[in-house]
């Protein structure tokens, strides 16, 4: 019954029985056996050292898709041709966007306990929510009493000079708050 998650894992994380397992289910669904030497292909795929080359090991690996599993890989087929820049791009920048999916994700959360905000109310609940607001701290200059010039002797007075705090100014929330309140179901 749990055969089926060997499949789903990288053959570097296969223990012994996993392998066994694996050469049998291949041995009698010969298909399955490509299925899954295409998909450790795919992966490897992402240890391409620049765009070009990914880009010319992708266009190897899809050639070697049989006809009878072009319907499995479609979906991966497709989603590759229809982000192929931005994908390639991945391997000459390696930048994800990873960390505003996740973001998003934790707004779908906070969406759903909410039952129904609008845009604006949601927007606003993660802009404006107390303590998650970044904000500029006021500047102070120091203050100067005095010059001294040696130990005890003050060679001039000046008038101390404290210059006025600038008016706060909010940058937005403040991101890792956000998450951690949301973690721990305050939000």
Known sequence: MHDRFILLKRHKELTEM?????????KNHPSLGIAYELKES????????????????????KAKIPKELQSAFEPLTKAMENWEAEIFAYFDHRITNAYTESLNSLIRVINRLGRGYSFE????????????????????????????????FTMFKMPPVIREPEETTLLGIDLSTLIEKLEKGEL
Not at 42 to 61: E, P, R, T
Not at 138 to 149: A, E, F, G, T
Request: charged share 35%.
């Open 18 to 26: 996993d392998k066994i397992k694996l050469a049998l289910w291949t």
């Open 42 to 61: 795919f992966f490897a795929l992402w240890d391409s050292d620049s765009g070009q080359k990914a880009y010319l090991k992708y266009h190897d690996w």
């Open 121 to 152: 109310a949601l927007r606003a609940k993660i802009l404006f929510t107390e303590g998650l607001a970044k904000q500029r701290k006021p500047k102070y200059q120091r203050r100067i009493d005095d010059y001294v010039l040696e130990e005890n």
